[in-house]
């Protein structure tokens, strides 16, 4: 069994809850946005729960859209794979042709956004985006384009792959770390990931070692941040994607570390305040917010659904919804 096959019969990250929190919005003709579509789960799930409704679903990683795209074509057209970061949103639905792009240019109902990599991602030992298995230190999420994690290691400076460290992994030890590689790099390059998790169990203290969890962890989630510009694409698609949403739309987002939850929620305050000058009793004409919070503060995943599936264990989803503005 291939890794895609294996994904076929696992179940999406708060799948129902995803579901449940875009479900008012969807009537017929409605378009939903799967930005990161993955294996394609939610998209299925979408797809069978609301039968008059399109999917778009976009991924940088060109394999994970052919197996998605295999996958979903019972939905016939009503399923469309653009291959495409997700900040690239409104880039693939101005130029798509064909009912669902037509519909979706009018408005976008739903649109979810699984943050992170991907389990399926995560089981293909070759990306090295796991520090448990010897792997070539590449990290791309679409293995077509740009630098890898081996890249950053044997190119950055001290001061850059410090700040990579520190700004991405929350690495307390990030100059250690770094000056460590540099060393490293300079007997041999870094090709694979084993020798880097050596160096990191021989940097960190042992003492953090023995209460921090994987000494790997930070560095490699840091690594795949860098390489990826996670969180810049991120804070650029949240202000785009709140303004492709119809009156009634909402947009979903499922965090999985705290650097990118916050982007979420700061994002999000922004959109739903008002430009009212504090202290007046009602919104000025042209000040009201656009978009109301749909979730209270970050929804976490229960103690059954992390018993099912633990990768749900860190995950906060936030929801928004825009509004017809009086």
């Known amino acids: 069994m291939d890794?895609?096959?294996?994904?076929?019969?696992?179940?999406?990250?708060?799948?129902?809850?995803?579901?449940?929190?875009?479900a008012p919005s969807i009537s017929e003709g409605s378009v939903i946005i799967d930005a990161t579509l993955g294996a394609g789960g939610h998209s299925e799930h979408f797809l069978s729960v609301f039968p008059d409704a399109y999917v778009i679903g976009l991924d940088r990683d060109p394999n994970a859209l052919a197996g998605a795209q295999q996958r979903l074509a019972r939905f016939g057209e009503r399923f469309v794979a653009v291959?495409?970061?997700?900040?690239g949103v409104f880039d693939a639905i101005a130029g798509g042709s064909g009912a669902a792009f037509e519909w979706a240019r009018e408005g976008v109902s739903g649109a979810l956004f699984d943050l992170g990599v991907s389990s399926m991602q995560l089981d293909q030992v070759d990306r090295g985006f796991a520090y448990k298995v010897d792997a070539p230190l590449d990290m791309r999420m679409d293995p077509t384009r740009g630098i890898t994690a081996a890249d950053v290691l044997n190119t950055y400076s001290h001061g850059e792959l410090a700040h990579v460290l520190k700004a991405y992994g929350e690495e307390r030890f990030a100059g250690k770390i770094a000056a460590a590689v540099l060393r490293e790099r300079a007997k041999e390059p870094f090709t694979h990931s084993a020798r880097l998790v050596e160096l990191l169990y021989a940097t960190i203290p042992a003492a953090t070692r023995r209460t921090g969890g994987h000494p790997a962890k930070r560095t490699f989630q840091a690594l795949r941040v860098e390489v990826n510009r996670e969180l810049d694409s991120l804070a650029a698609v949240i202000p785009v994607i709140a303004r492709m949403l119809s009156v009634g739309g909402r947009a979903v987002f499922m965090s999985y570390q705290s650097l990118e939850d916050k982007i979420v929620k700061k994002q999000f305050a922004e959109l739903t305040a008002s430009k009212t000058p504090p202290g007046l009793p009602m919104d000025l004409p042209g000040t009201a917010p656009e978009f109301r919070l749909v979730t209270r503060?970050?929804?976490?995943?229960?103690?059954?659904?992390?018993?099912?599936?633990?990768?749900?264990?860190?995950?906060?989803?936030?929801?928004?919804e825009r509004v017809e503005v009086q």
């Open 3 to 22: 890794t895609f096959e294996k994904h076929y019969g696992h179940v999406p990250v708060l799948r129902d809850r995803v579901t449940e929190l875009i």
């Open 83 to 87: 291959h495409t970061r997700f900040d």
């Open 297 to 320: 503060g970050a929804e976490r995943a229960s103690p059954e659904e992390i018993e099912e599936n633990p990768r749900a264990a860190p995950v906060r989803v936030r929801a928004i």
